[in-house]
Structure formats: structure tokens, C-alpha cells
């Protein structure tokens, strides 16, 4: 009688693609709570994130599946574990809404990786993880460049004019602009970003305005800037390992 009654076998994706279909449909009968806008749920609905919003939280969701349908063949996530892995069910939730509002890859990348890395991941109330996952959620793609820019030291670009005889102090916004060359990044605008980066915990940076590079023999090395706990969200953000085995 048992196996009379038991579903068919269904894909990770069948059962995510309803779950998603489930928190739109909660998303647009929420918005029949705004009286004063005067217009449909549904007809709201569609304006708000249709397209291209829509189009890309199912970018991202069928993004996410695809990878879920690779780990569950390396025998590291089931879906009887994933639907009921409650801390995963939010950051898919978080990562689909997040996507809408960013066409930069590198955003849309860390949501996808985080995502991962918390499905692969126990299901517990773990306080740094929720912090992370906000924090990327909220971050834009230039704090993320930022963050990754300062993890390492590296040697400055070939080509640039940080030649032996240059200063070997920079506006951090004139560093990032060497490296995505045609990129109008102001002074204001580069110090707010770090500002933000060093109030989460992220960034530790003497002058927010300034980096001071390190002199080696052929030029300058960038300086480490990001905190043990920026580097620690930098991990979080990267594929689960072992994406090939």
C-alpha cells in the first residue's frame, strides 16, 4: 500500500522550480496589500519584475538547479535534505529576489556560490553564515571587486604607469581604474565603497582615500586591505570544491 501511494521521482530542479513558483505567487498576492497604488496585484506584479527582473530570477534559479543536479552527482546534496534545509530554502529565496535588481555577473555569481556553499553545508542557525549571506545579498558588484582586488597582494598591471620611479602612494580609486581601464570611477564614489566595506568589517584601510604600495624590484605590490573576516566571506562566495571530481 505504501509504494501505491508514493510520488514520482522528481528531479532537484521539478521540486526547487515549484517552490519558486510558490514564493512568486506569495510575492504578488503581497502586493494586493498596497491599496493605494490602484492597480492590480498581478498587474503590478508584472510591471515591478517581469522583465527583465523575472527573466533573470529564473536565470538564476535555473542556474542554481543546474548545479544542484552536478553536486547531487557527486553524491553531496540530496533533495530529501534540501527541502527540508531550511537555511538553504531562504538563501535561494534571498539569492532569486537579489538577482533581480543586478545584471553583473560577478553578483550573480556570489549569490549562485553562496547559495551552493550553503546547500552543501549543514542546516544550523550559524550566525557568521547569516551575516554573510546579508552582506552579499546587499553588497553591489564594485564593493565585491574591491574586496577582491585588496585580498592578496599582487604585482601592479603591466603596462600602467606604476613604473619604478612613480609614487608609491595612489588614490585607491585611480588602483581599480588600471585594472578595468575605461571605467569613470570618482574619488567620492571609491571612498564611499570603501567606507561601507570598512563598516561592515570587511576592509581595514588607514585612509580610505589612499593605498600605499609596497616596492619590489620591477615596480610596486597592492597592499592587503580586507579584514580575516572579509577574507572569510571572499571564500564564501568562490564554487564548492570539488566541482570536477
Not at 514520482?8 to 526547487?16: G, Q, Y
Not at 542557525?125 to 558588484?141: C, K, M, Y
Not at 604585482?155 to 612613480?166: D, E, I, K, L, Y
Not at 565603497?193 to 561592515?200: A, F, G, H, T, Y
Request: aromatic share 6%.
Amino acid at each position: 500500500m505504501a509504494d501505491e501511494l508514493k510520488p514520482p521521482e522528481k528531479r532537484i530542479t521539478d521540486h526547487l522550480y515549484t517552490a519558486g513558483k510558490v514564493a512568486t505567487g506569495m510575492l504578488a498576492a503581497s502586493l494586493s496589500g498596497l491599496p493605494l497604488l490602484k492597480l492590480p496585484a498581478e498587474t503590478l506584479f508584472g510591471i515591478l519584475v517581469a522583465d527583465p527582473g523575472q527573466k533573470r530570477s529564473r536565470q538564476f534559479f535555473e542556474d542554481v538547479c543546474n548545479w544542484l543536479e552536478l553536486l547531487a552527482s557527486q553524491n553531496r546534496v540530496t533533495m530529501e535534505v534540501l527541502q527540508n534545509h531550511q537555511e538553504f530554502i531562504s538563501a535561494l529565496r534571498g539569492g532569486m529576489v537579489a538577482a533581480t535588481t543586478t545584471h553583473h555577473r560577478e553578483k550573480l555569481d556570489a549569490l549562485r556560490n553562496t547559495v551552493l556553499n550553503i546547500a552543501v553545508g549543514p542546516d544550523e542557525d550559524d550566525p557568521e553564515r547569516q551575516v554573510f549571506l546579508s552582506h552579499i545579498q546587499q553588497l553591489g558588484a564594485w564593493h565585491l571587486r574591491y574586496l577582491k582586488f585588496f585580498a592578496s597582494p599582487r604585482s601592479c598591471p603591466p603596462g600602467t604607469h606604476w613604473g619604478p620611479n612613480a609614487p608609491n602612494r595612489w588614490p585607491i580609486s585611480h588602483l581599480l581604474t588600471e585594472v578595468y581601464p575605461g571605467t569613470k570611477l570618482h574619488r567620492d564614489t571609491s571612498v564611499a565603497i570603501v567606507d561601507e566595506l570598512c563598516r561592515l568589517g570587511l576592509m581595514r584601510v588607514p585612509d580610505s582615500r589612499i593605498a600605499d604600495l609596497t616596492e619590489v624590484a620591477d615596480g610596486y605590490m597592492t597592499p592587503k586591505l580586507t579584514t580575516a573576516f572579509g577574507d572569510k566571506l571572499l571564500s564564501f562566495i568562490i564554487e564548492p570544491p570539488e566541482r570536477n571530481s
